[in-house]
């Protein structure tokens, strides 16, 4: 029980990964571009999100072509977007993020690239028939598997983001601090150097009149 169990859960998690097509992060240098290449049939769909997770304001710029090089999705200094396009011919696809805009910051970008449909957990599932209980019970898991694998993308991401704006704001801050303990520093010294001049002139003074 415990094994057939355990099978068919392993089975749902590679099925839900193949389905997911592509995830992955890569950095993404200031005046660069960076572009990824998919070959597709005909009338297949395709989907893709992106999201900067890190720096400058958080935005890039995104283009998508088909084998012709037509111009499918064009979007200008994004943090986050997602597109679908069915294909209208067999070729190769490329997707491409560009940072040529900026001059110093580098970016990190997340990208999750899916494309086909997605094929029955089994294949009984084609036929016209009612589905049994095991088989109701297969497609309730894996609907709640996708939902968590998306969940866990989405707060990964969530989780990366907030921490990279975390440790830029505490580098802010210990920059600001050691620039105002600075600057309290020569002020003191500046106030301390100017009391003191002022005692030296009233010496010099009283020494001249006697």
């Known amino acids: ?68 090089d037509n111009v499918l999705y064009n979007e200008k200094k994004k943090q986050y977007d997602s597109f679908s396009h069915t294909t209208a011919m067999k070729g190769v696809y490329k997707v491409c993020f ?12 997340y990208l999750d690239f899916r494309h086909g449909d ?23 898991l894996h609907e709640i598997l996708k939902s968590v694998a998306e969940s866990q993308t989405w707060y990964r991401l969530r989780e990366a983001h907030d921490r990279i704006k975390a440790e830029h704001l505490l580098e802010r801050v210990s920059y600001w601090s050691i620039g105002e303990t600075v600057l309290l520093f020569v002020i003191g010294i500046g106030q301390v150097i100017m009391l003191r001049s002022f005692f030296s002139d009233k010496k010099g003074s009283l020494a001249a009149a006697t």
């Open 1 to 68: 029980m415990f094994i057939m169990l355990y099978l068919g859960l392993s089975c749902l998690l590679l099925h839900v990964l193949v389905v997911f097509g592509t995830e992955l992060t890569f950095e993404l240098p200031d005046n660069d571009k960076e572009c990824f290449y998919e070959e597709l049939e005909k009338d297949v769909r395709f989907d893709f999100d992106f999201q900067v997770i890190s720096g400058g304001n958080y935005d890039v710029d995104c283009f998508v072509t088909d084998p012709l």
């Open 98 to 109: 560009s940072n040529e805009f900026s001059t110093f910051t580098d970016k990190t970008v």
């Open 118 to 140: 997605e094929e029955p957990l089994l294949e009984s599932m084609t036929r016209s028939s009612a589905l049994t209980q095991m088989e109701s019970s297969c497609v309730s």
